[in-house]
């Protein structure tokens, strides 16, 4: 029972920014777990296509780069999914950026920039692939959305990354919207709010000692995300194990929004 539960077997995925990072450990997990292929993008070509290489060790991963924050890109996938697919059973807006800089010099491009591409882009997306998400989802075998929130978007600090908290904010939001209007169609919507976790995003903070063992001393369970805990999660959601589950915000971070 347990490994059918959990099991991807013969689903076929999409993962936005699946080259590196928490998108390249869900699809980690995703084939590890049985999925029959998991297609990745990211705006960076050659590093989507090595990415990919290097993934299908574990399963069948295909790139298909592209920049989903921009019409054409985002078209592309689309066209591209419709030609090889008649139909896709998982969703993984993960493709996500930010923008540091101080209240009083924090720019207008650096706020809509981070708003297309982390909220903007997974919306739409998940409009266009809602027709492929809808092909073979019933009762017993549901679609499945997973956006990519943060705790940024719970918490009520923004450390200077002011357009990347209001945008998780508003992903999560998102979320539970898009789980009320597709779930008589028989896809479910949920997020995931990480914490830390090693990425190109965090490299300012684990790459500075003092910094980053402060900031594990306001972590209650002491340590940073590893890839199995993503991905154990994503599984989850994505699979029989998660099939009452939708429109809800899963932290997982160690703790952190209990005491943040």
């Not at 450990?25 to 296509?49: D, H, M, N, P, W």
């Not at 982390?118 to 009762?139: R, Y």
Request: hydrophobic share 45%; glycine share 10%.
């Amino acid at each position: 029972m347990i490994e059918s539960l959990f099991s991807m077997q013969d689903k076929v995925c999409v993962v936005t920014g699946g080259s590196r990072g928490l998108g390249a450990f869900i699809t980690q997990g995703f084939l590890e777990s049985g999925a029959k292929r998991v297609y990745i993008t990211a705006r960076k070509a050659e590093a989507c296509i090595e990415a990919a290489e290097e993934l299908s060790q574990y399963g069948e991963c295909i790139a298909i780069p592209g920049d989903v924050a921009t019409s054409e890109g985002l078209q592309n996938l689309v066209a591209e999914l419709t030609k090889r697919e008649d139909s896709i059973d998982v969703l993984v807006n993960n493709a996500g950026t930010g923008w540091g800089a101080p209240f009083g010099q924090f720019p207008e491009k650096g706020w809509d920039k981070v708003m297309d591409i982390n909220v903007k882009a997974p919306f739409f997306l998940t409009q266009a692939l809602a027709p492929l998400l809808k092909q073979n989802a019933d009762e017993k075998n549901t679609a499945s959305v997973i956006n990519i929130g943060s705790i940024a978007g719970i918490a009520g600090h923004a450390l200077d990354n002011f357009s990347y908290a209001a945008s998780k904010s508003a992903i999560h939001q998102l979320t539970r919207v898009l789980a009320t209007e597709l779930a008589s169609d028989h896809v479910r919507v949920n997020a995931i709010a990480p914490g830390r976790f090693y990425s190109k995003l965090t490299e300012f903070l684990s790459n500075d000692k003092e910094a980053f063992d402060a900031e594990m001393e306001t972590i209650p369970m002491r340590r940073w995300g590893e890839p199995t805990d993503i991905a154990g999660v994503a599984i989850m959601l994505s699979s029989k194990a998660g099939a009452f589950i939708t429109g809800q915000i899963l932290p997982v971070d160690g703790g952190t929004t209990l005491v943040n």
